[in-house]
């Protein structure tokens, strides 16, 4: 079974930028759909952004402009580049992966309902 294990986060100034990393144990092409979710105290989870096997990536308006969702086959990794960060970004985010076709469909809608491969999460802080 597949692993996602992340890496990256932090803490910054609005303003500031992160990257987020996630490694999967197999082949990234194939999974259908991939993406980052979001918790922040008191809140519950958000999509922030997906990226199906056919390169079509959604975004939350949120972080659109702001974010960017990116995927290299050759290091199996998925990346959430975060630019202009408010502290309103401040949570816990998690990366997601199913590689079963019934997520294909939800994967543009950011939901995580057929994601079954989840990192461990990585916190991220910004101040204001």
């Known amino acids: 079974q597949a692993r996602l294990v992340q890496s990256g986060g932090g803490s910054v100034q609005r303003g500031g930028s992160l990257r987020l990393s996630c490694v999967t144990s197999?082949?990234?092409?194939?999974?259908?759909?991939m993406g980052w979710f979001r918790q922040g105290p008191g809140n519950e989870r958000e999509g922030v952004a997906t990226?199906?096997?056919?390169?079509?990536?959604s975004y939350a308006g949120s972080v659109k402009d702001r974010f960017t969702i990116s995927k290299d086959r050759d290091s199996n990794t998925l990346y959430l580049q975060m630019d202009n960060l408010e502290p309103e970004d401040t949570a816990m985010y998690y990366c997601a992966a199913s590689f079963n076709l019934d997520s294909w469909t939800s994967c543009s809608r950011r939901d995580s309902g057929t994601l079954n491969r989840w990192g461990q999460g990585t916190q991220v802080t910004v101040t204001a």
């Open positions: 197999t082949y990234i092409s194939s999974a259908y759909c």
């Open positions: 990226i199906r096997s056919d390169e079509e990536t």
